[in-house]
């Protein structure tokens, strides 16, 4: 342990009140004198995906951090909000960036209009609780505590006020980097992103206010898993941006409370993970572990232009329950990296005979009536359509087109038909959005294209059109 070399005296002033609060400090030093705590400064936090500017500082000084916990309702998903507790208003937590050495004078403020107590527990603390116990805050109170960020690395920060698992589902978690003496070398762009579950007493896309379901939660089982507190956070105009050619550092936590992340960007390979965000680095990853409670440190350069999607590789996560964001790069394309689609024809191993699909396709049901068909078209849906149109038809923002009150959709059914038939490719415009993306033929029978069309059209305030398989033996032929 250091020794103190001075002990000083130093006035705080809290708000208008003004109140001056003494502390008693201490600036410590090591016998060469290089890791000496000079002067003070105010700690810059920021929300994700922002991070804070690198330390210039080539020596330890005195933080001071002012962290306010509040509790706000806000957007968990369209037309779904939700009771988040927060570290600073936005889930996740402020970034907090100090760098090792640092002595870290640390206010937690809670609200007055808080209903419940908050504390924290920084990881990168060394001390029992991580200061859960020393900065424990009901409503309207602040508590201060001083710690030395011994140990370089990302640390998770989160609440510990019981019951510590739903402070944590409702988003009470951040990060905090402790940057190695001599700091990280430089990079283009530095992005936070951090994963949590929340729990919700309704079922994914359940319009509303949700409130926290204790039972989904102990039973590991979320209906949300998100980036950066909400589904959709990181995509369209929220997606991360970057050049060809630049290269990209990603602060990637996990708040939990339960699952293990596996964070993959597709179509990129990570040059560089800080394993776990300690100080051991892997080179050359495709998926990175991030434990609950944990955190890891990824860098990349990009090389190609085009969207990269950021999942948690447990993949119905990413595609069914929000776990999805997006790094949008621009720039010339590189052929010789990745050449796009390049040809296409058909392909027919046994000769020019029109193909069957292997195993014959088993008949599918044939509907009656009406209801029967949507019925049945669900079920088409479930199977085929949700992983890229989402449960509720809404679509991706910038990727996918809602078939949710789609004009695209409701203008033509015929091109509808089309549409599912055969496949797509852009550029379309839905709902005043354009998309430029493609949409494979899926080989469904004629049944399942009336099926699930007649379905689409009878959910979400679409046209409710019914379409019968003899129309789309007609399209097929036609378009053939
Ligand atoms: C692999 C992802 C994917 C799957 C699976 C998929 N689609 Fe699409 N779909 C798209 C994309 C992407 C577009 C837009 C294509 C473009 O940009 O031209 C699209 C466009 C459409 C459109 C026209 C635009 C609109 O929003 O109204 C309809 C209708 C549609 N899809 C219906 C379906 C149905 C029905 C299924 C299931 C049988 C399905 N899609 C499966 C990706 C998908
Ligand atoms: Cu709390």
């Known amino acids: 342990m250091k020794r103190c070399a001075r002990s000083y005296l130093s006035v705080l002033t809290f708000g208008a009140a003004s109140l001056p609060l003494l502390l008693l400090g201490c600036e410590s030093a090591s016998s060469d004198g290089d890791d000496a705590v000079f002067g003070s400064e105010q700690a810059v936090l920021t929300h994700a995906p922002d991070v804070p500017p690198p330390i210039t500082r080539d020596r330890p000084t005195r933080v001071v951090v002012n962290l306010e916990t509040q509790e706000l309702v806000g957007r968990l998903a369209d037309g779904?909000?939700?009771t988040f507790w927060t570290f600073g208003g936005e889930v996740p937590g402020r970034f907090i960036r100090v760098r090792e050495g640092d002595v870290v004078e640390f206010h937690l403020n809670n609200r007055p209009d808080s209903r419940v107590p908050h504390n924290i527990d920084l990881h990168a603390v060394t001390g029992p609780g991580g200061g859960a116990a020393a900065s424990f805050v009901a409503p309207g109170q602040t508590a201060t505590f001083v710690f030395t960020a011994l140990n370089p690395g990302l640390y998770v920060y989160h609440c510990a006020t019981a019951p510590v698992g739903m402070h944590i589902a409702n988003g009470m978690y951040g990060l905090i980097l402790v940057e190695p003496e001599g700091g990280f070398p430089p990079v283009d762009h530095e992005y936070y992103v951090m994963q949590g579950e929340i729990y919700t007493t309704g079922g994914y896309g359940e319009e509303g206010l949700q409130n926290f379901s204790m039972?989904?939660?102990?039973?590991?089982?979320?209906d949300y898993v998100v980036f950066n507190g909400s589904v959709g956070s990181l995509v369209g105009d929220n997606a991360l941006k970057a050049q060809v050619g630049e290269r990209i550092r990603l602060f990637?936590?996990?708040g939990g409370p339960n699952l293990v992340s596996s964070f993959h960007v597709i179509g990129e390979i990570f040059d560089l993970v800080y394993h776990e965000a300690g100080s051991t680095v892997s080179e050359n990853v495709q998926t990175t572990l991030v434990p609950a409670g944990g955190a890891a440190i990824v860098e990349f350069e990009v090389q190609v232009p085009g969207n990269f999607l950021l999942v948690d590789h447990a993949i119905f996560r990413a595609f069914n329950k929000g776990a999805l964001g997006m790094l949008t790069v621009a720039g010339p394309e590189v052929s010789l990296v990745y050449s796009g689609r390049i040809a296409e024809g058909v392909y027919l191993p046994e000769g020019g005979a029109v193909q069957a699909m292997p195993g014959a396709q088993a008949q599918p049901p044939r509907a009656s009536t009406t209801e029967e068909r949507v019925a049945f078209?669900?079920?088409?849906?479930?199977?085929?359509c949700v992983a890229c149109h989402q449960a509720e038809g809404q679509g991706i923002p910038g990727a996918i087109p809602p078939v949710a009150g789609s004009d695209f959709l409701n203008a033509d059914?015929?091109?509808a038909i089309e549409v599912v038939v055969n496949g797509l490719e852009g550029p379309i415009t839905v709902n005043g959005d354009t998309f430029t993306s493609s949409m494979p033929s899926l080989q469904l029978s004629d049944h399942d294209v009336a099926n699930v069309l007649t379905y689409i059209y009878s959910q979400w305030d679409n046209a409710g059109f019914e379409v019968l398989p003899q129309e789309v033996s007609v399209v097929r032929e036609q378009t053939r």
């Open 80 to 82: 779904v909000e939700y």
């Open 215 to 222: 039972e989904k939660a102990l039973a590991e089982s979320p």
């Open 252 to 254: 990637v936590g996990n």
């Open 377 to 384: 078209g669900q079920r088409v849906y479930t199977q085929n």
């Open 413 to 415: 059914r015929t091109r």
